[in-house]
């Protein structure tokens, strides 16, 4: 197993360029394992339950990997990944709302992913911290609460935001720099010290 994945694939380009050249099994395996942490964690912030998180990020690559091959490279993989998600995590609240006047199952086939990536029950060992933490940002502004979150749990790059969110770099700095001041504020009152976010 660990001489076929020998050669890691560590860009986007090297992803796109494995799937195009047909080793699409490998290519999606690196794809996976590099941004099964991110989709899930943007999932999680948007529709706050652990099940729907795991199903939505199943759905999200799944959609991205049969677009992989015609992806133009005009943003990076991972702000392509995070509208997909958005749009997906906006589907999916539709789709329950709609379904709630119902009694329908759902028939589609389950795809399972392998990949050495940490399973979503691994992904925040500090349950009850990242739970308090999410309690306390659904009490800053919108705009200010995901350009902390993409900033703090996804670390992206200003930029990276900015072609997401469609907001200066200035901009979200500012936005930044204002969740940091509320949430020192905020964050005692669920029990958290402010050493733990920011520093």
Excluded at 75 to 100: E, G
Excluded at 143 to 167: N, V
Excluded at 172 to 197: C, D, H, R, S, T
Aim: aromatic share 14%; glycine share 6%; net charge negative.
């Amino acid at each position: 197993m660990a001489t076929t994945l020998a050669f890691t694939l560590e860009s986007d380009n090297d992803i796109i360029r494995e799937y195009v050249s047909g080793d699409t099994e490998r290519a999606v395996t690196f794809f996976v394992r590099k941004y099964q942490r991110f989709v899930y964690s943007v999932a999680m912030r948007h529709i706050k339950n652990a099940e729907d998180a795991q199903d939505i990020t199943q759905e999200v690559f799944i959609k991205s990997m049969k677009a992989l091959e015609t992806f133009r490279g005009e943003a990076s993989l991972k702000t392509w990944l995070y509208r997909i998600t958005v749009n997906a995590c906006k589907n999916a609240s539709r789709k329950r709302k709609f379904l709630s006047f119902f009694d329908l199952g759902d028939g589609e086939e389950e795809v399972e992913f392998v990949s050495e990536a940490p399973s979503p029950s691994q992904l925040h060992e500090n349950t009850e911290f990242y739970e308090r933490l999410h309690l306390a940002l659904a009490q800053l502004p919108e705009k200010q609460r995901e350009t902390f979150a993409l900033r703090y749990f996804d670390d992206l790059s200003y930029e990276e935001i900015s072609q997401i969110l469609g907001t200066s770099v200035g901009g979200l700095k500012a936005n930044y720099f204002q969740a940091v001041q509320k949430l020192m504020k905020i964050l005692p009152a669920y029990g958290i010290g402010e050493e733990k976010y920011y520093g």
